[in-house]
Each structure stands twice: as C-alpha cells, then as structure tokens.
C-alpha cells in the first residue's frame, strides 16, 4: 500500500465550484506539506504544516485553504475554482529527523473549466 | 534568500550515452541536497541525497551526484542512459536559511533518443 494516498486523482470542475483535495499518510510523519506543479515552473509550496496545530502558508497561497484534521491527513481546499488553479497537486510528508527529506503522493489532476 | 538553479530545461541524449544534469544553489551555511525524479504520469521520487559525509551519493539504478561546496554545485550523472531513465529531474536544498524546508529546481526533462 502507498504511503502517501490523494484523492481524488482526477477532477474536472467549474468555475466558481469549491473543491477539497484531500491526503492521507501512513509514515508517521509530522510534517506535511501541498504543492502545485505547472508545466516548466516546478514546484511551488502552497501550504505547509509542521504539526496538527501549525499551518503556514506557502509562496502561492492566495485562493487556497488547508485543514490538518490529525497528523494523518492534510486537506486543500480551493473555495472557489478558477481556470488558472488547472495544474497537478501533490501532498509531501516529511520527518524533520531525515533532513526535511520529502515523500510525494502520486499526485491530482485538477482541471477548471 | 535561498534559491536552486537547474541550467537545462530539456537534455537529449542518446541511449547508452553518459549524461549530466546540472544543479546549482545559493546558501551561505550547511546545505542539505537532493535530486527527484518524475517519471511521466507519476508522483516525485526521491533518487538520492547528501545530508553529510562522503560528497559523492549513488542511487540504486545507477544515478550519482557530488557535493561541491565550493562550486555550491550538486549536479547528477549516469554513465550510460537508458530508454526508462526518462523522465523530469528535480533537484532540492534545505538549510538552516530556509528552515529547513526544501527550495526547488524548476526541473531538467531528460529525453533519450533511441
């Protein structure tokens, strides 16, 4: 089983809808984290959570919201879509132990029309 | 503040050829480096990384990279490519100057030619 689950994969919404991303983690790990990936841009950190009671935000916050509901799972939630929100979102666990060292879920797709 | 250069968007390179992708960094204190991979339609991997000790890191599939601190250099080599070393190559520091965190490369697309 992977250690890092996303749900959902794939996800074609409308503008103006409200979206949850969710994740899930089985390594134990305090530090989770939500990135977006567009084409030639790389990573870029939208929220981060060292604990179930920390939350910060990222360098692309902005039209994003997080909830750590325990130290297993890590929401995104996009209030209200637009199309420039299109891109892959990956989750990352970390244990600040291993030097920050990040494990990635596989990743969803979200497409705004 | 703390930032990564990866030189290359894209490196062609024909198989069984030896490669080399190049990763830069700016950081004034102790580093911590790593290099991704992402192969098509996938999440990031870890390929490998250098948190101390000997400057030069292997991966298992035949990968390896060396820490130059004087250059502040950690670029990634293969010594003969194959057609399943395709793929988005992502190199990351973390230091004290960003709390740890990782800053990323935008990314080096290896693509190899038959």
């Known amino acids: 089983d992977a250690d890092v689950t996303q749900t959902p994969r794939n996800r074609i919404t409308k503008t103006g809808k409200r979206i949850m991303l969710e994740c899930s983690q089985t390594?134990?790990?305090?530090?989770m984290y939500w990135y977006r990936q567009d084409p030639g841009l790389g990573l870029q950190l939208i929220y981060y959570s060292f604990d179930v009671k920390d939350i910060n935000k990222g360098e692309i916050s902005d039209g994003y919201s997080v909830s750590r509901q325990a130290q297993a799972k890590f929401s995104l939630s996009l209030e209200s879509a637009i199309p420039n929100q299109t891109a892959l979102y990956f989750c990352a666990t970390s244990d600040v132990g291993q030097a920050d060292t990040q494990y990635f879920g596989p990743g969803t797709r979200l497409t705004v029309l | 503040a703390q930032s990564v250069t990866q030189l290359d968007s894209q490196v062609p390179v024909f198989e069984e050829a030896p490669v080399e992708l190049r990763c830069n960094y700016s950081?004034?204190?102790?580093?911590?480096l790593f290099w991704y991979v992402q192969y098509p339609n996938q999440g990031l991997q870890l390929l490998l990384k250098?948190?101390?000790?000997s400057t030069l890191v292997e991966s298992i599939n035949g990968f390896e990279a060396e820490f130059n601190k004087s250059q502040t250099s950690f670029h990634l080599r293969k010594p003969s490519v194959h057609i399943s070393d395709t793929a988005e190559y992502f190199c990351a520091v973390s230091s004290m100057d960003s709390n740890y965190q990782l800053i990323w490369g935008a990314g080096t697309k290896l693509i190899i030619k038959p």
């Open positions: 390594k134990g790990h305090d530090r």
């Open positions: 950081s004034s204190v102790s580093v911590y």
């Open positions: 250098y948190l101390s000790g």
